[in-house]
């Protein structure tokens, strides 16, 4: 059964820092994509950020290009999440997941987004201005 274990969340302030982690279980690590989706308040779920171990693609949505960084620890089987520079809008409940095609991309996440029915706890991210 494929598990993924999202943490690293916190309360922090307008233009900090936090790394969240998604340690994988379950599955070979190196034949998927992870990618990182979050839910902010009163909003349906976006895709965050994803990174391929198939073919290296990575994808960032607009929000949070040049903000975030994902890298990956096949060793360790765990995903990360560095995110600098956040923001209030950057707010919400960060699940990790495997989406539906191991090419990361928007139609991708969007699909992941909408569709995926094994969302796990998430971490919650809450930054204050």
């Known amino acids: 059964e494929v598990q993924l274990q999202a943490s690293g969340g916190g309360l922090v302030q307008a233009g900090g820092s936090l790394r969240l982690s998604c340690v994988g279980s379950?599955?070979?690590?190196?034949?998927?994509?992870i990618g990182w989706f979050r839910r902010a308040p009163g909003e349906e779920r976006e895709g965050v950020s994803c990174i391929s171990s198939v073919d290296g693609t990575r994808y960032y949505s607009d929000s949070v290009k040049n903000r975030f960084t994902i890298s990956s620890d096949n060793d360790k089987k765990t995903v990360y999440l560095q995110m600098n520079h956040l923001r209030p809008e950057d707010t919400g409940v960060y699940y990790c997941?495997?989406?539906?095609?191991?090419?990361?991309?928007?139609?991708?996440?969007?699909?992941?987004?909408?569709?995926?029915?094994?969302w796990g706890q998430g971490t919650q991210v809450t930054v204050s201005s």
């Open positions: 997941a495997t989406p539906f095609s191991t090419r990361c991309g928007v139609a991708t996440m969007m699909a992941t987004s909408r569709h995926f029915g094994s």
């Open positions: 379950g599955f070979t690590f190196d034949t998927k994509a």
